[in-house]
């Protein structure tokens, strides 16, 4: 059996490399290329092709993959809003995703942002490197004196709440499908209007599926509190992202954080330095005292890398063992 991988980063190696030990019945073969219609032919004779996401795969690219005969795909990462689904299922792909590789990674970098919004950090750390030790006007918030809303309880929003309960924070939160231990325990609200009216921070935890687009708006934002914080580190389809800044201008917005932008795609995990930003957007957001940018590195943390192989390697043996992972993803 052979599986292909592709965008080997260097810091998976040691993950890849420990998998492959365990497993010396399997021939595996990398590169750092990212899948595109252009490579796909390096996977010819795979039983399967295991990626992660950074690029769209779109019909060209999974039209290249089927035509020299590797159907079985398998993600090293949960999100699976760029694929191509219809034409996977003209090909019959088999796809699987990692679905938790390591929610704390995700909960605990949101709430670390949370965090240094509440304390200002950004703005006393530029203070201090221009050798201002004076407190004033730095004074910050503290987190058991805010209402949080929590949207999206899943694994990921499920440890951002047990983050807050310990920091002493009242969490209210919101889930379509709510958590029956977190029902119990009365964090719901009843719906977002709900929750936008509580919270003095808004943190995001929802996939970016089409009926997601878009949720933090201008209606969105007028029905939340003045002043309001607001941290998303899910997916950066779910924030109309003029509508925050229209919000930051008019401090309706007090401070935002975002690991994630629409339109990150060849701007994040880029470098920049000594280069203009090709986008004015996330310029005028990085220069902002009361805003955190960081390049969709809330998942980036050894234990999630060593999941997201090994159990994307799993799945790729099981797939092209003709049997259906557990994480197999059901389209
Ligand atoms: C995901 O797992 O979907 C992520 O957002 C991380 C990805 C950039 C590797």
């Known amino acids: ?108 970098h949101s709430m670390i ?31 058991r004196m805010q209402t949080v809303g929590v949207i999206g309880t899943g694994h990921i929003g499920r440890v951002a709440i047990n983050i807050l309960k310990g920091f002493g924070a009242k969490v209210v939160a919101y889930d379509k499908f709510p958590n029956a231990e977190l029902q119990a325990e009365g964090l719901y609200v009843d719906s977002l209007d709900d929750l936008y009216a509580q919270a003095d921070a808004v943190s995001l935890y929802v996939p970016g599926v089409p009926e997601n687009h878009h949720m933090i708006d201008a209606d969105a934002i007028a029905k939340m509190k003045d002043g309001v914080v607001i941290m998303n580190a899910s997916r950066g389809n779910l924030v109309d992202i003029d509508a925050v800044i229209a919000g930051l201008d008019s401090g309706k917005i007090s401070d935002f954080g975002m690991d994630v932008y629409e339109e990150e795609v060849g701007l994040f995990n880029e470098d920049w330095s000594g280069k203009a930003f090709p986008d004015a957007k996330i310029a005028d957001l990085i220069s902002r005292e009361n805003v955190l940018v960081t390049p969709h590195t809330a998942f980036y943390t050894t234990k999630a890398v060593l999941e997201m192989v090994h159990q994307s390697m799993d799945a790729a043996v099981a797939f092209a063992n003709g049997e259906t992972p557990a994480i197999a993803v059901k389209y």
């Open 1 to 108: 059996m052979k599986i292909f991988a592709y965008g080997i980063r260097d810091d998976e190696k040691p993950s890849l490399e420990d998998w492959k030990s365990a497993h010396p019945d399997v021939e595996v073969d990398y590169t750092q290329e990212l899948l595109t219609p252009e490579t796909a032919a390096l996977a010819e004779g795979a039983d399967s092709a295991v990626v992660y996401q950074q690029l769209d795969y779109t019909r060209e690219t999974l039209t290249a993959l089927a035509k020299v005969g590797v159907t079985n795909l398998s993600l090293r990462n949960v999100g699976t809003d760029n694929i191509d689904f219809e034409a996977a299922k003209e090909f019959n792909f088999n796809i699987s995703n990692v679905p938790v590789y390591s929610p704390n990674a995700i909960a605990e």
């Open 113 to 143: 942002q949370l965090s240094r919004l509440l304390r200002r950090t950004k703005a006393l750390d530029a203070k201090i490197a221009k050798h201002d030790l004076r407190w004033a006007p730095t004074i910050g918030r503290e987190m």
